[in-house]
């Protein structure tokens, strides 16, 4: 605007909208110095500091404005009614982001906190990228695109599919909404990153050690629930969180070939996904440390006691020091542990998504729809039992 000047000679940014001879000045909610705009470019130029911020909600706001204008066409609105739309952040608004930003709000009790926030910080990220994207853009070109931008920013190939994971399961979101006609991910396959892209997670060979080591009990307490908890995982691929809700109700028995064989089974708090843990190893089975007469009667018991994230870490890294093991081990990567060595061994893919509780897309139910129990069981007694013999 020219008729107002802050005292530093700043002059407010406004989109100027005018209607049945009428107009109206909407403020963007900041300020720049003349010397900093663009009138050809209708940009804030680079001599500005916040120069990236205020071009986006600029670009933001208008088109708003502009999908709001063709959405009534026919009848164009007056200043009035262009304004209580303009300043509805859902009315007339064809942009992506603030569809799953509403949409999010409906997730907080279904969802756990972790996932919400990856969920955020995926859309903030790809608002750097591309501050406004309208649903008409969402296609696969703009996928391929995505993931080029992603891998020019450096980012390792797991980071990049998890993201499309992501992405993927909002665009969901639009399509069940009827915001979209199809899901662009029908033509761009996610791939599952087996070996995981750093040399810190351990062989059988470093399990060998772990599990000689937890069995003569040279460490006591904390230091022992831990190492148990993380051999456990290794050979199962049970996360950490599902570490503080396993009881031995979860364990159910299961007949295979006249002999009689346990399944860890629960639903992930983070995908709520049913995963099914077959403990046919007596190793493993003695991690569960289960009681006799006393456990049968008590259902609800927890097999384990975890100890909180940043103590559990701290052991680690103390234990693998204590040992000669050189690798930078944090208790999540005792799943990347137990997927290298699965994939090794030549088990499923299903065998192994299903222990590990993975949800991919809307297609889980799908894959696990012939997979019974015996199944599970017999895979890993065919290509995986746990044993401290060379």
Same mark, same amino acid.
């Given at each position: 605007? @020219?008729? +107002?000047?802050? !005292?530093?000679?700043?002059?407010?940014?406004?989109?100027?909208?005018?209607?049945?001879?009428?107009?109206?000045?909407?403020?963007?909610?900041?300020?720049?110095?003349?010397?900093?705009?663009?009138?050809?470019?209708?940009?804030?130029?680079?001599?500005?500091?916040?120069?990236?911020?205020?071009?986006?909600?600029?670009?933001?706001?208008?088109?708003?404005?502009?999908? &709001?204008?063709?959405?009534?066409?026919?009848?164009?609105?007056?200043?009035?009614?262009?304004?209580?739309?303009?300043?509805?952040?859902?009315?007339?608004?064809?942009?992506?982001?603030?569809?799953?930003?509403?949409?999010?709000?409906?997730?907080?009790?279904?969802?756990?906190?972790?996932?919400? @926030?990856?969920? !955020?910080?995926?859309? /903030?990220?790809?608002?750097?990228?591309?501050? $406004?994207?309208?649903?008409?853009?969402?296609? *696969?070109?703009?996928?391929?695109?995505?993931?080029?931008?992603?891998?020019?920013?450096?980012?390792?190939?797991?980071?990049?599919?998890?993201? %499309?994971?992501?992405? !993927?399961?909002?665009?969901? *979101?639009?399509? /069940?909404?009827?915001?979209?006609?199809?899901?662009?991910?029908? !033509?761009?396959?996610?791939?599952?990153?087996?070996?995981?892209?750093?040399?810190?997670?351990?062989?059988?060979?470093?399990?060998?050690?772990?599990? +000689?080591?937890?069995?003569?009990?040279?460490?006591?307490?904390?230091?022992?629930?831990?190492?148990?908890?993380?051999?456990?995982?290794? +050979?199962?691929?049970?996360?950490?969180?599902?570490?503080?809700?396993?009881?031995?109700?979860?364990?159910?028995?299961? $007949?295979?070939?006249?002999?009689?064989?346990?399944? *860890?089974?629960?639903?992930?708090?983070?995908?709520?996904?049913?995963?099914?843990?077959?403990?046919?190893?007596?190793?493993?089975?003695?991690?569960?440390?289960?009681?006799?007469?006393?456990?049968?009667?008590?259902?609800?018991?927890? &097999?384990?006691?975890?100890?909180?994230?940043?103590?559990?870490?701290?052991?680690?890294?103390?234990?693998?020091?204590? *040992?000669?093991? @050189?690798?930078?081990?944090?208790?999540?990567?005792?799943?990347?542990?137990?997927?290298?060595?699965?994939?090794?061994?030549?088990?499923?893919?299903?065998?192994?998504?299903?222990?590990?509780? %993975?949800?991919?897309?809307?297609?889980?139910?799908?894959? +696990? $729809?012939?997979? %019974?129990?015996?199944? &599970? &069981?017999?895979?890993?007694? /065919?290509?995986?039992?746990?044993?401290?013999?060379?």
């Amino acid at each position: 605007r @020219s008729n +107002y000047s802050t !005292k530093d000679g700043k002059r407010q940014l406004c989109l100027r909208y005018t209607s049945f001879r009428q107009t109206t000045f909407l403020g963007l909610g900041f300020s720049v110095h003349p010397r900093n705009w663009s009138v050809k470019r209708e940009l804030v130029l680079s001599g500005d500091k916040n120069y990236q911020h205020y071009n986006r909600i600029i670009e933001e706001k208008f088109h708003k404005a502009e999908c &709001i204008l063709w959405a009534h066409y026919d009848r164009p609105l007056s200043k009035r009614e262009f304004i209580d739309k303009f300043r509805d952040k859902q009315h007339g608004n064809t942009d992506f982001y603030v569809f799953i930003e509403n949409e999010l709000k409906f997730l907080e009790s279904t969802r756990a906190k972790q996932t919400l @926030s990856n969920y !955020k910080n995926l859309i /903030n990220k790809m608002r750097e990228w591309k501050p $406004t994207l309208p649903f008409k853009e969402l296609t *696969l070109e703009f996928i391929q695109r995505f993931h080029n931008y992603e891998i020019e920013c450096g980012n390792q190939q797991s980071t990049i599919y998890k993201k %499309h994971a992501n992405f !993927k399961f909002l665009l969901g *979101l639009a399509i /069940n909404k009827e915001q979209l006609v199809k899901n662009p991910y029908e !033509k761009f396959p996610i791939k599952k990153i087996i070996k995981a892209q750093n040399s810190d997670i351990l062989n059988e060979e470093e399990l060998k050690i772990l599990q +000689y080591t937890y069995d003569n009990k040279k460490y006591s307490n904390g230091k022992r629930e831990v190492l148990r908890d993380f051999l456990f995982s290794c +050979y199962t691929s049970l996360s950490y969180v599902e570490f503080h809700n396993v009881t031995y109700g979860d364990l159910k028995p299961v $007949t295979v070939n006249n002999r009689i064989f346990l399944l *860890l089974c629960n639903e992930r708090q983070k995908t709520n996904v049913l995963y099914k843990i077959p403990i046919v190893s007596p190793v493993v089975e003695q991690l569960l440390e289960r009681e006799t007469s006393d456990t049968d009667k008590d259902s609800s018991k927890k &097999i384990f006691s975890p100890l909180a994230n940043q103590p559990t870490n701290r052991y680690l890294k103390e234990i693998m020091k204590d *040992l000669g093991i @050189s690798k930078t081990i944090t208790f999540h990567l005792a799943r990347h542990t137990f997927r290298t060595i699965a994939a090794k061994k030549d088990i499923r893919e299903s065998i192994a998504e299903r222990m590990m509780g %993975h949800a991919e897309g809307n297609d889980i139910r799908d894959i +696990y $729809t012939h997979l %019974h129990d015996e199944d &599970i &069981i017999e895979e890993m007694l /065919n290509k995986w039992i746990v044993s401290l013999k060379d």
